[in-house]
């Protein structure tokens, strides 16, 4: 069976194309705006260089955010355009923390797990798993010092894109690892999905927003 994925959720457009559970291909550009023009043509791209029309696809998988606004919304719609032209063709979403979290290794698991995620404002998007990988409560805002209160008294590990300026202060934590990724793995986002789909519990892709878009007024 053959999975794509993809993400425009950070400063980065990606997409992946695997078979079974071997990637084929896989494409990631950073760029600060403009992701959503370059996604279509990629898709296409990539499913003409394999030989493959969309509906050869099993299974599509798209993050789901949280991240920029307007990502996170070209992202989602792009999949249920697809859902509607290949009803056949499986549609999951997948959370950018759970896609950081599948980079740890087992050895690098610690009391607790964060995965912060860049909000560009002073607070960081947060989830919390345990040494299990289980998801302690709902992700949430949470600004630096309400991080290190929570943390404070564990051995922790971290990543995702919002680590490194997380640690651009002294935090005094019990680091046991620390991973400095610069947008949600695409990789991780297919094998995510995929093994979701052969579980039979995808997941319908909703947006995940837990903030509300930053907007202005135009000045005249």
């Known amino acids: 069976m053959y999975t794509l994925a993809f993400d425009t959720t950070s400063n980065?457009?990606?997409?992946?194309?695997?078979?079974?559970?071997e990637e084929q291909e896989r494409f990631e550009e950073e760029m600060d705006f403009g992701q959503a023009?370059?996604?279509?043509?990629?898709?296409?791209?990539?499913?003409?260089?394999?030989?493959?029309?969309?509906?050869?696809?099993?299974?599509?998988v798209v993050c789901t955010g949280p991240g920029s606004f307007t990502g996170v919304r070209s992202s989602i719609s792009a999949a249920r355009?697809?859902?509607?032209?290949?009803?056949?063709?499986t549609i999951c979403g997948v959370s950018a923390f759970d896609a950081y979290a599948a980079e740890f290794e087992p050895e690098e698991l610690a009391e607790i797990n964060a995965v912060l995620i860049e909000t560009k404002r002073e607070d960081f998007?947060?989830?919390?798993?345990?040494?299990?990988?289980?998801?302690?409560?709902?992700?949430?805002?949470?600004?630096?010092?309400?991080?290190?209160?929570?943390?404070?008294?564990?051995?922790?590990?971290?990543?995702?894109?919002?680590v490194e300026r997380f640690l651009n202060k002294p935090s005094g934590l019990s680091l046991h690892a620390v991973k400095m990724q610069y947008n949600p793995p695409v990789d991780k986002l297919a094998l995510i999905g995929l093994n979701k789909y052969q579980a039979k519990s995808t997941d319908f892709p909703k947006p995940v927003y837990l903030k509300a878009p930053d907007v202005c007024v135009k000045c005249k």
């Open 81 to 89: 355009a697809f859902g509607l032209a290949c009803p056949e063709v």
């Open 125 to 162: 998007y947060v989830q919390y798993y345990d040494k299990k990988l289980a998801k302690m409560g709902a992700p949430m805002t949470a600004f630096y010092d309400d991080i290190i209160h929570f943390l404070s008294s564990h051995r922790v590990s971290l990543c995702g894109d919002g």
């Open 37 to 60: 023009e370059v996604l279509m043509p990629e898709i296409a791209r990539m499913l003409k260089n394999h030989g493959l029309q969309f509906a050869d696809l099993s299974l599509t």
């Open 12 to 21: 980065f457009c990606s997409v992946a194309l695997f078979k079974d559970k």
